[in-house]
């Protein structure tokens, strides 16, 4: 937790940079940061996006904008949102595949001294760092009850920061744009794509080119996700055979909603054998509503419109199960158009995918955990790669 608070340091002296320049992008650029010693390897902006929240009085959304190393002008921008509900988007530029790599500095209260990631992904992207809902992270408003919110209103408020942040940075608007992110995010994403979806079709401006999305580790259904955890559980090691027999004969494959008090106690069982500590990244300001209950029509949606989708797993998470991911991705119907085969990364199998007609690819991360970035980060960047690129992964 020490490199947590040293790195939650680096974002509080963000803020007292741009606190006065909000809205202006070319009041934004940061052109050095505590702890870091040397030129930036690209552009980096940072600031607030105000949007109207009436009747309760405007939210102002917190991002931190990395332009690509590689070509900025025709690379594409990715929108990066954690998920929690409630984690800040700097879980995923510290912990995962921003800029830098955090080491604790020399004394206590020093700031972290910031090294160069190389496997970071605005090696080839430009990535957008958003702290989503209002709320979480250093995004805030005057009126707490902004901090109200839920899973339809959060789409709303991500959609208008988007149009806003395009007409602060009208270069970047033909460039091709993704959005992607990770656990809750399995909501944000697909949800947020239909939205954008919307919006180009009825000719909103300024016109967003977007292209696809990427969803890491993503809640996406509570059948699917809930019956993944016990097989998941005892292919894993987790539990013994004969606690899974036992929920095998008295739960009858319905883990998800348990059709008796026997079944309950062996899941019970399950849960005492792989128990997760808080995660302290997280808001608890923020008061959130769960209010949509499957993202399988959001996905058959948006990949029956030909836009591009990868579903990621890191095969060591027992928080949202590759075998629940697995399941619900095949459910869709979608014709096989690349049998389940190994990717290799480094010259070493990294994981197994198997793709589907309509641009669906659902791909794995061996020994990855529920964050796969910060597991496996040169396996990371290198299917992140291939997948913007077009290329095999």
């Not at 332009?67 to 800040?88: E, I, T």
């Not at 940075?169 to 949800?191: D, H, K, L, T």
């Not at 993202?295 to 890191?314: D, E, F, W």
């Amino acid at each position: 937790m020490k490199l947590l608070s040293l790195a939650c340091c680096i974002a509080f002296s963000l803020v007292l940079c741009v606190t006065a320049v909000r809205a202006a992008p070319a009041g934004s650029l940061i052109t050095n940061l505590p702890g870091f010693e040397g030129r930036l390897p690209s552009q980096h902006h940072a600031g607030y996006v105000s949007i109207n929240g009436k009747p309760t009085g405007k939210k102002n959304l917190f991002y931190y904008f990395v332009a690509s190393q590689r070509n900025p002008s025709k690379d594409p921008v990715v929108l990066w949102l954690n998920g929690g509900p409630g984690c800040s988007s700097f879980d995923g530029f510290v912990y995962e595949h921003g800029p830098f790599n955090f080491q604790p500095g020399n004394s206590g209260g020093s700031f972290p001294i910031l090294q160069l990631n190389p496997y970071s992904w605005s090696k080839v992207s430009n990535i957008i760092y958003l702290d989503s809902p209002c709320g979480v992270g250093l995004s805030y408003s005057d009126n707490p009850s902004n901090y109200v919110t839920g899973d339809i209103q959060t789409t709303s408020d991500t959609h208008a920061f988007l149009l806003k942040w395009f007409e602060l940075y009208p270069e970047f608007q033909a460039n091709p744009f993704y959005i992607s992110g990770e656990s809750y995010a399995g909501v944000y994403v697909p949800m947020l794509a239909s939205e954008v979806i919307k919006a180009i079709e009825g000719n909103q401006q300024p016109s967003i080119n977007f292209k696809g999305y990427l969803v890491g580790n993503g809640i996406a259904d509570d059948v699917f996700d809930g019956n993944g955890l016990v097989p998941f559980a005892f292919g894993m090691g987790l539990i013994s055979i004969d606690i899974f027999a036992d929920c095998q004969a008295t739960c009858q494959g319905k883990y998800y909603d348990p059709p008796n008090p026997t079944c309950e106690k062996n899941l019970r069982r399950v849960s005492q054998a792989s128990v997760a500590g808080s995660w302290t990244i997280c808001a608890d300001r923020v008061d959130y509503t769960t209010e949509v209950d499957s993202m399988l029509p959001y996905h058959k949606n948006l990949t029956a419109r030909g836009y591009r989708a990868l579903i990621y797993s890191g095969d060591h998470d027992s928080v949202v199960p590759f075998t629940g991911t697995q399941a619900w991705t095949r459910s869709l119907g979608y014709k096989i158009v690349e049998q389940w085969r190994s990717w290799l990364s480094n010259e070493q199998v990294a994981g197994y995918l198997q793709a589907y007609d309509k641009n669906l690819t659902f791909l794995t991360i061996k020994g990855a955990g529920h964050m796969v970035p910060q597991y496996k980060p040169r396996e990371s960047l290198d299917f992140f790669t291939r997948w913007l690129d077009g290329k095999p992964i």
